[in-house]
DNA sequence: CAGCATCCCCCTTGATACTG
DNA sequence: CAGTATCAAGGGGGATGCTG
């Protein structure tokens, strides 16, 4: 459990900082617009999100899971069958993602040059 | 510069994933926090941004100017002055960053009382 | 199918010391 | 003041193998 990154709660002095960590990982952000369409199985989400392992898929979604943002269904098949959905409180993330995913259309063309700009000066 | 995380540029199937490297760290986020009221001299961001190591602001500011998002002024004088501040590029992010700000403000209780409750099941 | 367990490496971060 | 350099430690994450 020690490698699920699930610290107990130490007390930061920043607010923002703490909650940021609900999205602050490249995996969640990438699992949450999955899920924003609707629920998906564990096996959907593993080849929609590329390059996703399963074990940082299954830390992610536990990670969401545990921030109640997202819902584990479990129906009792053979083999088993697994759902994971967006709760009210992660619906209600869905807006500043989607502010985010236009920001990042708009001007990563931007950053990329910015980027390949300080890489020539810097050489 | 190896440990400065500024690989490469190798190529990666999703575009976002990158595209979201410029604000997935939590330094980051916070930098940019404190940029957003204006210049800001490397001390003051020291002094304003609680827990963070010099290495870890210099780091922090070398990326966000790699990105385009900051600019940094030297001024010549003893002791050495220097000032960050947001770029017009930086700037259109605070949109979106002030949304995520907001939503941390709304729902960071629901989040912490889903920890806990999901804390307590998994005991 | 949907995972958990292990091993292991490397990268990030922290700590410390030094400088123009 | 505003960094850079170096070293050491820790943990995140990949690869692999196994299960209900």
Redesign the interface.
């Known amino acids: 459990m020690s490698e699920f990154g699930?610290s107990?709660?130490v007390e930061?002095?920043?607010?923002?900082?703490?909650?940021?960590?609900?999205?602050?990982?490249?995996w969640t952000?990438?699992v949450f617009?999955e899920l924003e369409f609707g629920k998906r199985r564990y096996s959907d989400l593993k080849r929609r999100v590329?390059?996703v392992t399963q074990k940082m898929l299954t830390q992610t979604l536990r990670q969401l899971?545990?921030?109640?943002?997202v819902v584990r269904h479990v129906y009792p098949t053979v083999p088993p069958t697994v759902e994971y959905e967006l709760t009210p409180?992660g619906l209600?993330?869905i807006?500043?993602m989607r502010?985010?995913?236009?920001?990042?259309d708009?001007?990563?063309d931007?950053?990329r040059?910015?980027?390949m700009?300080?890489?020539q000066e810097n050489a």
Chains 1, 2 share one sequence.
Not at 99 to 104: A, C, D, E, N, P
């Open positions: 699930m107990a709660e930061s002095p920043c607010h923002y900082r703490r909650a940021l960590e609900v999205v602050s990982s490249k952000v990438l617009y590329e390059g899971e545990r921030d109640g943002l409180l209600t993330l807006e500043p502010v985010l995913h236009q920001w990042t708009a001007h990563y931007s950053v040059q910015a980027r700009a300080f890489d």
